[in-house]
């Protein structure tokens, strides 16, 4: 079965408005949580990562929370800018000594002037 | 900054034939890995690799092989490519659990 799951493949905001991106995992030892940012044709890099021992972590405009006991993370950008266009990978795994991450479908983030 | 990069870029090859992506990175990192991107699917891990000499299969190894021949270089193998290979290839390494490095991408076609 699928490990990370974003249930919304796409997502249209208003600029100055907040995007909220979700993400669901079924495994509860995974222990790392990471949103990624993807332009067409470019690699995903990465946005902003948390670990289980914290439920939220801020970075700017962008903010992760954690909610372990339902399986559940999302990221909410703040003051959406057009620039903010991109399709958003979330990721999470756990840490067992070798490294295995799983990655959802991607949720396709459209801001609008 | 962190550096890895990818060869060739794009590729079109036939059924049958055999294909080597790879992947070379100078950020001194210890592992490395193969994800494949399909439309629809978000990125799912064929092989990596901790330490050179040594492969592991991930979730999709089924038709594809992996070499580490060093620290910087991890290739992947298409022995006898299918159409179903068809999609972009990433590669990525990172020194810990804590971040990936990806390289550009190579997009794999094949006829």
Redesign the interface.
Same mark, same amino acid.
């Given at each position: 079965g699928q490990q990370v799951k974003q249930s919304s493949p796409s997502l249209t905001v208003q600029e100055g408005g907040i995007s909220i991106l979700n993400c669901d995992y079924e495994n509860d030892m995974f222990d790392y949580f990471a949103w990624y940012k993807k332009y067409p044709d470019n690699s995903p890099t990465l946005l902003i990562s948390v670990r289980s021992n914290v439920d939220k972590r801020e970075d700017g405009r962008l903010t992760v929370f954690l909610n372990k006991s339902g399986k559940h993370f999302s990221l909410h950008i703040t003051a959406s800018q057009p620039e903010d266009t991109a399709v958003y990978l979330c990721a999470a795994g756990e840490d067992t000594g070798y490294q295995n991450f799983y990655f959802g479908k991607g949720t396709s983030l459209t801001v609008i002037p | 900054e962190a550096a890895v990069t990818q060869s060739p870029r794009s590729k079109v090859a036939v059924t049958g034939g055999k294909v080597t992506l790879s992947c070379h990175q100078t950020n001194n990192h210890d592992?490395m890995?193969w994800?494949r991107q399909d439309t629809?699917?978000?990125?799912?891990?064929i092989h990596?690799s $901790?330490v050179a000499d040594s492969t592991?299969k !991930?979730?999709i190894p089924d038709g594809y092989k992996a070499s580490r021949p060093s620290q910087e270089n991890f290739s992947l193998i298409l022995e006898l490519a299918s159409l179903s290979q068809t999609a972009v290839y990433?590669c990525a390494s990172?020194d810990s $659990?804590?971040?990936?490095f990806?390289?550009? !991408?190579t997009r794999l076609t094949v006829l």
């Amino acid at each position: 079965g699928q490990q990370v799951k974003q249930s919304s493949p796409s997502l249209t905001v208003q600029e100055g408005g907040i995007s909220i991106l979700n993400c669901d995992y079924e495994n509860d030892m995974f222990d790392y949580f990471a949103w990624y940012k993807k332009y067409p044709d470019n690699s995903p890099t990465l946005l902003i990562s948390v670990r289980s021992n914290v439920d939220k972590r801020e970075d700017g405009r962008l903010t992760v929370f954690l909610n372990k006991s339902g399986k559940h993370f999302s990221l909410h950008i703040t003051a959406s800018q057009p620039e903010d266009t991109a399709v958003y990978l979330c990721a999470a795994g756990e840490d067992t000594g070798y490294q295995n991450f799983y990655f959802g479908k991607g949720t396709s983030l459209t801001v609008i002037p | 900054e962190a550096a890895v990069t990818q060869s060739p870029r794009s590729k079109v090859a036939v059924t049958g034939g055999k294909v080597t992506l790879s992947c070379h990175q100078t950020n001194n990192h210890d592992y490395m890995y193969w994800y494949r991107q399909d439309t629809g699917h978000g990125l799912r891990l064929i092989h990596y690799s $901790y330490v050179a000499d040594s492969t592991e299969k !991930g979730d999709i190894p089924d038709g594809y092989k992996a070499s580490r021949p060093s620290q910087e270089n991890f290739s992947l193998i298409l022995e006898l490519a299918s159409l179903s290979q068809t999609a972009v290839y990433f590669c990525a390494s990172s020194d810990s $659990y804590a971040e990936q490095f990806f390289g550009p !991408g190579t997009r794999l076609t094949v006829l």
